[in-house]
C-alpha cells in the first residue's frame, strides 16, 4: 500500500486538513492518508495544546465519511516527543511491504533545517510539502544545502505522481483558507465558526466539552 502521512496536532482539525487528505490521495494515487495525532508537538508549546484524547476523538469524527482517510494512535502510543524520521522509520521497519510519505504544510520547510536529522529526512524517505495559502515557499529561499533543494520537486496537483524514497515535493492544491487558530479564537469570543471550518460532529464534539473557552491564544 502507498500510504501518506500526515502528522500533527489537530486541535481542531478542520476542512482544510480533510481536503488535502483527500486531494493527495487522487494526485499521489495513494490508498490511504493516515491522520497522525502528535502527542508532543516538537515544534508547539505543549501547555497550548489541547488533551490527546479531545483531538483524536475529534479527527475520527472528522474522517468518519471518508473511508481512505484513517485517524491514528501511532504516536499517541509513544512515549516522549513526537519526531517525523523516527516515525518513518519505525513505520518502515514495521510495515515493510508498504511506502510512506510524510505531509506537511510548506510553511515548515522554513525551519526544515532545525528538525531533527532533516537531511536524512529528505535523502531517505519521500515527503510531500503543500502550499498554504499566504504562505506560499519558494524552495530557492530555503536555508537548506543546494543538494538537498534539488530533491524537493515542486509539482502540479493536475497530474499524477509517484512517491519514492529520496523524492519530495512542493505542491499547491488551493486548500480551503482556513486555520485551527482561526477556530479557537472564534470559539473564545462566543461565536460559532463557519460550517465550511468544521464538521457538523466536530462541532458538536467541541461545544459538549466545552473546548477551548479559555485557551484562544495556542497554537
Same mark, same amino acid.
Given at each position: 500500500?502507498?500510504?501518506?502521512?500526515?502528522?500533527?496536532?489537530?486541535?481542531?482539525?478542520? &476542512?482544510?486538513?480533510?481536503?488535502?487528505?483527500?486531494?493527495?490521495?487522487?494526485?499521489?494515487?495513494?490508498?490511504?492518508?493516515?491522520?497522525?495525532?502528535?502527542?508532543?508537538?516538537?515544534?508547539?508549546?505543549?501547555?497550548?495544546?489541547?488533551?490527546?484524547?479531545?483531538?483524536?476523538?475529534?479527527?475520527?469524527?472528522?474522517?468518519?465519511?471518508?473511508?481512505?482517510?484513517?485517524?491514528?494512535?501511532?504516536?499517541?502510543?509513544?512515549?516522549?516527543?513526537?519526531?517525523?524520521?523516527?516515525?518513518?522509520?519505525?513505520?518502515?521497519?514495521?510495515?515493510?511491504?508498504?511506502?510512506?510519505?510524510?505531509?506537511?504544510?510548506?510553511?515548515?520547510?522554513?525551519?526544515?533545517?532545525?528538525?531533527?536529522?532533516?537531511?536524512?529526512?529528505?535523502?531517505?524517505?519521500?515527503?510531500?510539502?503543500?502550499?498554504?495559502?499566504?504562505?506560499?515557499?519558494?524552495?530557492?529561499?530555503?536555508?537548506?544545502?543546494?543538494?538537498?533543494?534539488?530533491?524537493?520537486?515542486?509539482?502540479?496537483?493536475?497530474?499524477?505522481?509517484?512517491?519514492?524514497?529520496?523524492? &519530495?515535493?512542493?505542491?499547491?492544491?488551493?486548500?480551503?483558507?482556513?486555520?485551527?487558530?482561526?477556530?479557537?479564537?472564534?470559539?473564545?469570543?462566543?461565536?460559532?465558526?463557519?460550517?465550511?471550518?468544521? &464538521?457538523?460532529?466536530?462541532?458538536?464534539?467541541?461545544?459538549?466539552?466545552?473546548?477551548?473557552?479559555?485557551?484562544?491564544?495556542?497554537?
Amino acid at each position: 500500500m502507498k500510504i501518506g502521512i500526515l502528522g500533527g496536532s489537530f486541535d481542531p482539525i478542520h &476542512s482544510g486538513h480533510v481536503y488535502i487528505g483527500l486531494r493527495l490521495c487522487e494526485v499521489l494515487t495513494l490508498d490511504q492518508v493516515w491522520f497522525m495525532v502528535a502527542n508532543v508537538p516538537p515544534h508547539k508549546d505543549k501547555r497550548a495544546v489541547s488533551g490527546a484524547y479531545h483531538r483524536y476523538a475529534m479527527t475520527v469524527l472528522a474522517l468518519q465519511e471518508h473511508k481512505q482517510l484513517l485517524a491514528s494512535t501511532w504516536e499517541l502510543q509513544r512515549e516522549g516527543r513526537s519526531f517525523t524520521i523516527k516515525t518513518l522509520e519505525s513505520l518502515s521497519r514495521s510495515r515493510q511491504n508498504d511506502r510512506f510519505c510524510f505531509i506537511a504544510g510548506s510553511d515548515s520547510l522554513r525551519d526544515l533545517h532545525s528538525w531533527k536529522d532533516y537531511d536524512k529526512l529528505l535523502l531517505e524517505h519521500c515527503c510531500v510539502f503543500v502550499q498554504r495559502p499566504g504562505f506560499e515557499v519558494n524552495v530557492a529561499g530555503l536555508p537548506l544545502a543546494q543538494a538537498l533543494k534539488e530533491v524537493i520537486q515542486p509539482i502540479c496537483s493536475e497530474t499524477h505522481h509517484e512517491i519514492q524514497p529520496g523524492r &519530495s515535493f512542493l505542491i499547491n492544491l488551493n486548500p480551503p483558507p482556513v486555520s485551527s487558530t482561526a477556530i479557537r479564537e472564534t470559539l473564545a469570543s462566543g461565536d460559532t465558526p463557519s460550517p465550511d471550518w468544521l &464538521s457538523p460532529a466536530v462541532l458538536r464534539y467541541i461545544a459538549k466539552h466545552r473546548l477551548y473557552e479559555d485557551n484562544p491564544s495556542s497554537s
